[in-house]
């Protein structure tokens, strides 16, 4: 597999973490009464809007590349997938530790989009 594909796959597996824990974020922030409640909120929406889609173009992308992405097994440190490309199968372990510091990467990188942008 290529870096290119590496990086399709780790985007087609985290990003819905990283969507998931926004929401959250959210939540809680909707939860909380802050004089810039409204600030955070839209800029968390915008956020989400960014995050949806680079979803789409790595759904896109995996599709158009006839990739079949597969969770096979899941326990407390670790999800185990089977990628299928170009007739090959190849087995990914995604580690708790290594999911987390990509996903505090990404956030970080959809933040600087909307702040410094």
Known sequence: MTDEEY??????IILP???????NNMAKIKAES???NELFFRS????????EDDIN???RNVGRLKMQITQVKQNDDSVEYEIRVRGY?????????VAKREMATM?????ANVVFK
């Open 34 to 36: 802050m004089t810039l």
């Open 57 to 59: 173009l790595s759904r």
């Open 7 to 12: 990086g399709l796959i780790r985007d087609y």
């Open 89 to 97: 199968v190849h087995d990914i372990t995604l580690q708790r530790h």
């Open 107 to 111: 956030r970080d990188s959809y933040i």
């Open 44 to 51: 968390c929406k915008r956020v989400l809007e960014l995050i």
């Open 17 to 23: 973490f990283v969507k998931k824990m926004v929401q």
